[in-house]
């Protein structure tokens, strides 16, 4: 507690300004740039579950408004088309969320809400995607549950992520690199042989 390490999460998403250096998300600098015009090309996943979504609106909501954030793509031009896209977006969870499209958000479980926060801000395939202790809330199944989901999220999207954890089991197995923080300091930085070893 007390590394910076939700700091440095706010400061490349531009919630709080960088003391020193520099920002550089998808070859531009971006230290200057106001939150919600990076807010564009950064997704990100707090830990609390509730904290990613708006838990009035409907699942199939949530992710439609999602769908339009990040650079500009071509979306399907009907309703029906997008609607069925977004179906079966939801349907590569494997939660059975796609029978739940048309109700609130408050209904789900932490776990459900998780895992529908990680789909909306990985979908749009945002030059970093930030994880802070995004399953440090949930139990051991929902939590193993949302770590497959990242790995399949980044992998098969192509991104980058950066994760907070304290779970140092969790750290080695999924990151190809491991920086270790204190009091704001970098401490450790290891990849390749010297992570394995």
């Known amino acids: 507690n007390g590394a910076g390490k939700t ?18 998300l998808d070859g531009a600098e971006r230290s200057g740039e106001p939150e919600y015009r990076r807010s564009r090309i950064v997704g990100r996943v707090r830990q609390d579950p509730s904290a990613g979504t708006a838990p009035e609106m409907t699942v199939l909501d949530n992710l439609a408004l999602a769908s339009r954030k990040g650079p500009r793509r071509l979306l399907p031009a009907k309703p029906a088309a997008l609607r069925r896209e977004l179906i079966g977006r939801l349907a590569e969870l494997g939660m ?12 789900l479980s932490g776990g459900q809400r998780q ?6 801000a990985a979908m749009t ?9 995004h ?10 549950i949302v770590t497959e989901l990242t790995r399949r999220f980044v992998r098969g999207y192509g991104l980058t992520a950066l994760m907070v954890t304290h779970d140092m089991r969790r750290a080695l ?10 009091e704001g300091t970098v401490v450790a930085d290891l990849s390749g042989p010297e992570k394995a070893g």
């Open 96 to 107: 059975g969320l796609e029978d739940r499209a048309a109700e609130n958000v408050s209904r």
């Open 7 to 24: 700091t440095l999460l706010n400061a490349i998403a531009g919630s709080v300004p960088a003391a020193a250096g520099s920002i550089v």
């Open 173 to 182: 197995a999924e990151g190809d690199r491991l920086v270790m923080t204190h």
């Open 125 to 133: 395939r945002p030059a970093v995607l930030l994880l802070d202790e």
């Open 115 to 120: 895992a529908l926060a990680l789909l909306m």
């Open 135 to 144: 399953t440090a809330a949930l139990d051991p199944r929902n939590a193993d």
